[in-house]
């Protein structure tokens, strides 16, 4: 009998706050899967010939999309590129599948925040470039019923660089009051711990899934409740951080709650993803 190759996966920007944990948690896959991180400078994700050709060469059977414009000041400054690299490269990896299934991570942001607890159902309107980009990839991704969306929210942990997750721009800005930081109490996210949304991926992936998810903490927090949460846990004080309004913000627009409904993918899930505040106790150790 014909020996079955191992499951091809490939993960955009391995190196990534989030590409970075599904790498780290890829044994949860198993023996019968084969995971390749795929980093900007190995292939550049809008050169649409290189990525044919090394397509090509590995032929996937799984690409984890996590590669993205993310940061939204920037986004807003160059929407042109911030259109290439989250909408274009998303479309022609779809377009260009053959067999392969597709997991995109998408964002909260591609809601408007005017109400917040969104479901997968409700209809999307992003405020600014980044917003629109991710939720028109997201259509594209969709157009495929084998693929996998997953929305997530603010993600924390440790990245490679020491600066991409929101924990350690906080704990940076307190290493330097005299940056000074504001952190607003009428913006809400659902944050989480990267390591949790690597491990709800991998089995999103494991059992076959696809469609719509929203991937996020099980508890909605202000930005300035995630700081005095994580300042407790640091043993610290906020010297320098100054709670504000988000509303009275002069830079892109921010939509003011995007808290994300998450029983969908709770239902599915064997284990159940965890607030920021249950995880941080229950990790006393991990680096966070």
């Known amino acids: ?8 996966v490939w993960i955009t920007g391995s190196q990534g706050l989030i590409g970075r944990a599904l790498m780290g948690a890829a044994g949860l896959l198993g023996p019968g899967y084969s995971v390749r991180g795929l980093t900007r400078q ?19 059977d799984i690409i984890i999309h996590c590669a993205a414009m993310t940061v939204v000041s920037l986004a807003q400054k160059n929407p042109e590129a911030a259109h290439r690299i989250n909408f274009e490269t998303t479309r022609h990896l779809v377009e260009h599948d053959g067999d392969t299934r597709m997991v995109f991570f998408s964002t909260d942001l591609v809601f408007d925040g005017r109400r917040g607890n969104y479901q997968e159902t409700d209809p999307v309107n992003p405020l600014h470039v980044y917003g629109e980009t991710k939720a028109r990839a997201e259509m594209a991704a969709l157009r495929n019923p084998k693929n996998l969306v997953v929305r997530t929210s603010l993600n924390g942990g440790a990245s490679a660089s020491g600066n991409r997750a929101f924990n350690e721009q906080l704990r940076e800005s307190i290493k330097n ?47 300035w409740q995630m700081g005095c949460i994580l300042a407790e846990r640091w043993g610290v ?3 320098g951080i100054r709670p504000g309004l988000a509303k009275e913000f002069t830079g ?3 939509a003011l709650d995007t808290s994300l409904d998450i029983d969908k993918i709770q239902a599915v899930l064997p284990e159940p993803l965890p607030g920021l505040g249950a995880w941080l106790k229950a990790n006393p150790l991990a680096d966070f």
């Open 177 to 223: 009051p005299g940056a000074g930081m504001t952190l607003f109490t009428d913006e809400f996210r659902c944050p989480i711990a990267t390591v949790e949304t690597a491990r709800a991926v991998w089995q999103l992936v494991l059992g076959g899934h696809a469609g719509l998810f929203h991937l996020a903490g099980a508890e909605k927090l202000s930005r």
């Open 1 to 8: 009998m014909k020996k079955q190759h191992p499951v091809r």
């Open 237 to 239: 004080a906020m010297d």
């Open 252 to 254: 892109p627009p921010r």
């Open 42 to 60: 190995e292939l550049d994700l809008v050169d649409f010939k290189a990525v044919d050709r090394e397509r090509g060469r590995d032929k996937p």
